[in-house]
């Protein structure tokens, strides 16, 4: 079965960076739909950055600019690089994933991953 396991939150003051990263085992990682959303206590889930098979991102506009998500599918790992961190950063962070439909050209970019049905059990980013 697919297992996705994130890593690399943690707490960090404003203005800095953190890496997180996203093991991915159980599934051909290359075919995969995968991005990260992320939820703050009491808010909905915020699809935040996804990419496509290809390696296309689409970033929601929160952010965009700090934010980079990138794919190694030799080592079936997802990452985001996280820059310019602001406390409205703060939130539990999931990585997701989802097999590219038969028939389907794009894995429909930030709109869709919140809708993905393998996520993680996701990592803590404390912005403080």
């Known amino acids: 079965h697919v297992q996705l396991v994130e890593s690399g939150g943690g707490s960090v003051q404003p203005g800095g960076s953190l890496r997180l990263s996203c093991a991915a085992s159980?599934?051909?990682?290359?075919?995969?739909?995968m991005g990260w959303f992320r939820q703050a206590p009491g808010r909905e889930r915020e699809a935040i950055a996804a990419?496509?098979?290809?390696?296309?991102?689409d970033y929601a506009d929160s952010v965009k600019g700090r934010f980079i998500i990138s794919r190694d599918n030799a080592k079936n790992t997802l990452s985001l690089q996280m820059n310019s961190l602001q406390p409205e950063d703060t939130a539990m962070y999931y990585c997701a994933a989802e097999r590219l439909l038969v028939g389907f050209r794009t894995c429909g970019g930030t709109a869709t991953v919140t809708l993905f049905t393998n996520r993680g059990q996701g990592t803590q980013v404390t912005v403080s």
């Open positions: 159980g599934l051909d990682f290359s075919n995969y739909c």
């Open positions: 990419i496509e098979l290809d390696g296309i991102t």
